[in-house]
Nanobody, 115 residues
């Protein structure tokens, strides 16, 4: 199982970013996928999740209305569209899949929101 995130960077408050996570090594379309984030010295926080067919999603209260998770099962990719970004959104963002009894994570992508 391999998860590779991309799309992070430095953005001004109010700006937008789209994160991508390319998955391989498992049948992507059969698994719930999610995004987490983690600040230094803190635990990982669930940001958003999406079921296999993409028809149902869930979001952390802190990002509702600003973030959209989506997936393209033909491309084995899950996305996180983030709008109206705030400095508090500054974190490392990780893609996650629970597979075969284990949790798999990508290497993370840094998002920094600053003027």
């Amino acid at each position: 199982v391999k998860l590779v995130e991309s799309g992070g960077g430095l953005v001004q408050p109010g700006g937008s970013l789209r994160l991508s996570c390319r998955a391989s090594g498992f049948t992507f379309s059969s698994y719930y996928m999610s995004w987490y984030r983690q600040a230094p010295g803190k635990g990982r926080e669930l940001v958003a999740g999406i079921i296999r067919a993409g028809s149902s999603t869930n979001y952390a209260d802190s990002v509702k209305g600003r973030v959209t998770i989506s997936r393209d099962n033909a491309k084995n990719t899950v996305y996180l569209q983030m709008n109206s970004l705030k400095p508090d959104d500054t974190d490392v963002y990780y893609c996650h899949v629970p597979y075969s009894g284990r949790n798999y994570w990508g290497q993370g992508t840094q998002v920094t929101v600053s003027s």
